[in-house]
């Protein structure tokens, strides 16, 4: 079936390093994919989609390429601020039964 | 535009009793999906309901169950509360066409079972 692994967080970083958060991916067909961010106490807030081979996704200075021939939607950010501590989840659309399936979630928390 | 609405915020409930969730969708939307996010077990998805009907299941027991009302709202309803429910119950809601995919989530209902 379908699936999504991220790396395991807690990722802690300082403010203006460069991010990255790997997400690799097993589906049948070519599914629309995703990223959320979850702060605190908070619920799931989209930052960026992509809904097809090569294309680009970004938002607020985080982008991410939808990699076919590596199945990976992998996140990164040029210039990580305290704001973007949060835990961020990679998830792909099942286009058979409509329903997010989402990686374990990364932890990430960027210290001043 | 308002965003997707749940309530309660937090509810707190005793073993096998049972609890109601509700949610509203974005304006336009029709289609509603409900996910657990329980310590430690991720987001797991629970149900789709689009104009209406069920769509969709995931792997949950049936005294997991819903409905989707004419103004395209939507009701969880758990039964038989078990302490391991005790988690956030996430709704989402996504529109008709070409943005069909994506899926915009409410801020969520906490749910403690003691």
């Known amino acids: 079936g379908n699936s999504v692994t991220q790396m395991e967080g807690p990722v802690t970083l300082s403010e203006e390093a460069f991010l990255t958060i790997n997400c690799t991916y097993t589906?049948?067909?070519?599914?629309?994919l995703f990223w959320y961010v979850q702060y605190p106490g908070e619920g799931l807030q989209l930052l960026l989609k992509?809904?097809?081979?090569?294309d680009k996704g970004s938002n607020k200075g985080f982008e991410a390429t939808y990699r076919k021939e590596t199945t990976s939607f992998h996140l990164e950010k040029g210039s990580v601020q305290v704001s973007d501590s949060a835990v961020y989840f990679c998830a792909l659309r099942d286009n058979q039964g409509g329903k997010l399936i989402f990686g374990q979630g990364t932890e990430l928390s960027v210290k001043p | 535009e308002a965003g997707v609405t749940q309530s309660p915020t937090h509810l707190i409930k005793t073993r096998g009793q049972q609890a109601t969730l509700r949610c509203s969708p974005i304006s336009g939307h029709t289609s509603v999906y409900w996910y657990q996010q329980a310590l430690g077990l991720g987001l797991q998805f629970l149900l789709w309901?689009?104009?209406?009907?069920?769509?969709n299941r995931g792997n949950f027991p049936p005294r997991f169950s819903g409905r989707q009302f004419p103004n395209y709202s939507s009701e969880l309803n758990v039964n038989a509360l078990e302490l391991e429910d005790s988690a956030l119950y996430l709704c989402?809601?996504?529109?008709?066409?070409?943005?069909?995919?994506?899926?915009?989530f409410g801020p969520g209902t906490r749910l403690l079972v003691l």
């Open positions: 989402a809601s996504s529109p008709q066409g070409e943005f069909f995919e994506t899926q915009y």
């Open positions: 589906a049948t067909g070519y599914p629309s």
């Open positions: 309901y689009d104009e209406g009907e069920e769509r």
């Open positions: 992509a809904t097809k081979a090569d």
